[in-house]
């Protein structure tokens, strides 16, 4: 089973561009004031809600919780104008595609007075040198969801393996 050996976020407090860390059994924080070792620590108890949540993960739910990050607005990174917090879970252990990550894409709930976040968007990656490909993709859009998947690039890692 793969493991997360890794985070990132973006737009999420003062993390404005994407800023990616590793994990490991025991990981240290270490950096001056400001530079987001507590935001760290509070996006992992956010997470942690998140992952527990009985609604098949789709709320970023910001009430309850001892992460006091406030709600989904408080949350952004307030160096840009874009209204999404996005996170993504690392892995190196993939037995077909070695290097992926999960990237989920979070705007506001609308729908919710508390302003929590919905899970907008979900995609799995393979991370490359050169460049990131896309494998699978899941879009919310006026409640409708909508699937990707790039078969090309899935049945070249998986059909000469099953020739072997």
């Known amino acids: 089973m793969p493991t997360i050996n890794g985070i990132g976020f973006e737009n999420f407090r003062v993390f404005q561009n994407r800023s990616d860390f590793e994990l490991a059994p025991i990981t240290v924080l270490t950096g001056g004031n400001s530079s987001g070792k507590s935001t760290i620590i509070k996006a992992l108890k956010l997470l942690q809600n998140y992952w527990s949540n009985p609604d098949g993960q789709s709320s970023l ?22 209204e999404e917090i996005i996170v993504r879970y690392h892995s190196s252990q993939h037995i077909l595609f070695g290097n992926i990550y999960v990237e989920n894409v ?11 976040g919905i899970l907008k968007r979900s995609a799995i990656y393979q991370a490359d040198q050169n460049e990131d490909k896309l494998l699978y993709e ?7 969801r909508y699937y990707y998947v790039n078969k090309e690039e899935i049945i070249d890692k998986i059909i000469p393996d099953l020739k072997k």
């Open 138 to 144: 899941t879009k919310i859009e006026n409640n409708q």
């Open 61 to 82: 739910y910001f009430e309850g919780g001892n992460h006091q990050l406030g709600n989904f607005n408080l949350s952004l990174s307030n160096k840009t104008e874009k």
């Open 106 to 116: 979070f705007e506001l709930d609308k729908n919710n007075s508390m302003e929590n």
